[in-house]
């Protein structure tokens, strides 16, 4: 009898087995997953204290885990996210992926979201279809020499640069224009130290109006997100621009951002960014 439960670390151990199963395109870099270490790494740090986690056990053994969270959004109130879904192949033709969104969905009513959105690489978009979950939109990524970015220049908006943290900020907890969930989880990165970057935070007369995370991704490129607060959304190019153009100081060749195809206008009526359509697929549901 299948066991849905909160993760614990003990059980990064099994997952390590699920994870070269379905996870065999990711850390390429690396060769794959091949510890358990690889794996607990995933389920720590500051972006992750955000995170609720489930796992599916059957006979002693986890065969699947969830990973999913709430963020504020200043126009439909809670979204909830699911960062990912992960059931162990030789498992992928019974319930658990649906026992697992189920009880993912049950504890994000009871902290009252609306809608959930999960982002899908196209093989795994039947299974969505299954659970009710349809596609909207799709994803673009964006990518631009910082030589090239025009930063609108304004004494309105003051920038400050946040020093070293040890816990996400409240401040990043809430998605507007960026693409939900994209903020807290390149912050994550920078707090705990995973890619070298900086947060940052905008304020028109003392109230806060943007915020923006930049982080170095290699010797060449670097990736940024940028958001704007109901308040901010006439300012939402002095944000992006800044947060963009503050990756030249590291001198690389391009700085990046992933966002939903509704807000492609506004980045391109700012700058003439190289965009590509994103192989992924946004998908969600009305709770």
């Known amino acids: 009898m299948v066991t849905i439960r909160q993760g614990m670390m003990k059980d990064c151990t099994d997952l390590l087995e699920v994870y070269q199963g379905t996870r065999w395109f990711y850390r390429m870099k690396e060769g794959g997953y091949k510890t358990v270490e690889q794996v607990k790494e995933e389920h720590r740090g500051a972006a992750f204290e955000r995170w609720g986690w489930l796992v599916a056990e059957d006979k002693e053994r986890v065969v699947g885990e969830i990973v999913f969270r709430s963020e504020k959004t200043p126009s439909t109130g809670k979204v909830g996210i699911i960062r990912n879904l992960d059931v162990d192949v030789r498992s992928q033709k019974s319930t658990i ?30 299974y969505w279809m299954k659970v009710k979950y349809f596609a909207r939109g799709s994803i673009i990524n964006l990518k631009l ?12 908006v003051r920038t400050v640069k946040l020093g070293k943290q040890r816990k996400l900020p409240t401040t990043l907890k809430f998605s507007h224009i960026a693409y939900p969930g994209a903020l807290a989880e390149l912050a994550g990165d920078v707090i705990d130290e995973r890619l070298d970057g900086k947060l940052l935070e905008y304020y028109s007369k003392d109230r806060l109006i943007g915020v923006g995370v930049v982080a170095k991704q290699d010797a060449k490129s670097a990736r940024f997100v940028a958001d704007v607060t109901k308040r901010g959304l006439e300012y939402v190019d002095v944000v992006i621009s800044r947060t963009a153009k503050t990756a030249a100081s590291w001198k690389v060749k391009t700085v990046q951002t992933t966002i939903s195809k509704d807000h492609l206008a506004l980045y391109m009526s700012l700058n003439k960014w190289s965009s590509e359509l994103s192989t992924d697929i946004p998908v969600t549901r009305l709770l």
């Open 97 to 126: 992926g649906t026992k697992l969104t189920n009880a993912a969905e049950a504890v994000l009513r009871k902290r009252k979201v609306v809608r959930v959105i999960a982002t899908t690489p196209p093989a795994s978009y039947n």
């Open 145 to 156: 020499s910082p030589d090239k970015l025009q930063e609108k220049s304004t004494t309105a």
